[in-house]
């Protein structure tokens, strides 16, 4: 049993390149969740799923997009990076709304540098 | 929207004491959840403890407990007999209890730096 687990840990990108963070939980949860972590900051939420193809936009998504064509997966986009996008990214998953359903469990994270 | 405050970038305590690190958030549902969050070095988050705001009891977790105070809006965390493992960045977090438009995410505070001294 993996929990979440984030791929890759660590990317370097030049402005205006692509690339896809995938996010896989094993958990059978319902919910994934995409979040960005800047310095001094706490996490602050991409964009969400509340079950497989479906998504709904958080309270930072510009710039990103997101798919979850399996249950288990989560993916998140970038078009065409931008210095601003350099962050940490964490993904989570709980198994959905209700009592004590709604504990979120985080990935490792996946730091991210676009130069 | 929600707002979630910790006012304290930073505290210190003695290995083996007592410290609160304090946590305010505005909203106006009466329905939601309350969690602390710790962030060692390794970046991993890991869920402290959690608090159902229908619940007056006090959430409890070995040498973690909150003090939840509904009415003014704060959600404080009490570690005792504090160890040098518990070095790390608390993150307060809250969730509505409605799901949709949004509200199924957490929202998080800055977060507060805890530096165990030995």
């Known amino acids: 049993n993996a929990g979440v687990t984030q791929t890759p840990k660590f990317r370097v990108l030049k402005t205006g390149q692509s690339m896809t963070l995938l996010c896989a939980q094993d958990m059978n949860h319902e919910y994934m969740y995409w979040y960005r972590q800047d310095p001094g900051m706490g996490l602050r939420l991409i964009h969400y799923?509340?079950?497989?193809?479906?998504?709904a936009k958080g309270e930072v998504p510009d710039g990103y997009n997101v798919s979850r064509l399996k249950k288990q997966n989560f993916l998140l986009g970038l078009e065409s990076a931008a210095p601003s996008q350099t962050s940490v990214y964490f993904c989570a998953s709980s198994y959905g709304a209700g009592v004590s359903q709604e504990t979120q469990y985080f990935g490792p994270g996946t730091r991210l540098l676009v130069l | 929207a929600q707002t979630v405050t910790q006012s304290q970038p930073e505290m210190s305590v003695q290995e083996a004491e007592t410290v609160t690190l304090s946590c305010t958030y505005d909203?106006?549902?009466?329905?939601?959840?309350l969690f602390w969050y710790k962030q060692p070095p390794s970046r991993q988050m890991i869920l402290v403890i959690r608090q159902e705001a229908y619940k007056q009891q006090n959430a409890t977790e070995n040498r973690f407990s909150v003090n939840f105070q509904k009415a003014a809006k704060s959600f404080s965390l009490k570690i005792s007999d504090s160890q040098l493992g518990d070095a790390a960045m608390y993150f307060c977090?809250?969730?509505?209890?409605?799901?949709?438009?949004?509200?199924?995410?957490?929202?998080f505070g800055k977060g507060t730096h805890l530096i165990i001294q030995p």
């Open positions: 977090a809250y969730r509505s209890m409605y799901s949709g438009g949004g509200a199924d995410g957490l929202t």
């Open positions: 799923s509340v079950g497989e193809g479906t998504t």
């Open positions: 909203t106006s549902e009466s329905d939601y959840y």
